[in-house]
């Protein structure tokens, strides 16, 4: 099995990621697994790096799984855990970014003002040279992911905006916004890469070199 770990305690988000991830992959076995401590929405430093504590609490009960999906757009816990499995432990900002970064300039678009440093020092830390920043929509993050209709304009909004900024290529940064990211990627200003989809490309790739080894 393909673990996609939603680091953040909403079982609701989880099932709809999953649901987006056997949609775009469904010839991989995947299972669901859920944050066991932390906030139902990561929306600043610290909780992104309680998130990452979660995520390394689950390592005893991912050394069976074939691979690893850490979707939160943070990576939360993503090297730690790398460094503690032996199977390929993949990152959704870090699928999503390298993949746009082949593109063009990359922009991020999301809900969570409070994220941008870190989603810049992944950015840095990924060594994207073609990095334009991150757009972010306005008003408050857990409200707006309460209405989808509005989650869906703001983003929009935010993508058109960072296209004219100069953004060739857009990353929808969140594992919550998984479901909005595939209703407005029609409409983008410029081509649109969904993160989700984006890390089983990865983890199938990489799934695919130890075999060949």
Known sequence: MIALVNPNTSRATTSAMLRIARTAAPDL????????FGVPLITEPRALDRAGRAVLHLGPHLRTDQAVIVAAFGDPGRVALRRRLKVPVTGIAEASLREAALLGRV???T????????????ARSLGLTNFAGTWITPGVPAQLHANPHALQ?????ACHRAAEGGAEVIVIGGGPLALAARAIARDAPVPLIEPIPAALRLTRARLARRTAR
């Not at 304009?153 to 909004?157: E, R, W, Y």
């Open 153 to 157: 304009k703001a983003l929009l909004d």
């Open 107 to 109: 922009a991020v678009v």
């Open 29 to 36: 076995p995947l299972r669901g697994v859920t944050a066991p």
């Open 111 to 122: 809900t969570t003002p409070n994220l941008i440093g870190r989603i810049a020092v992944t």
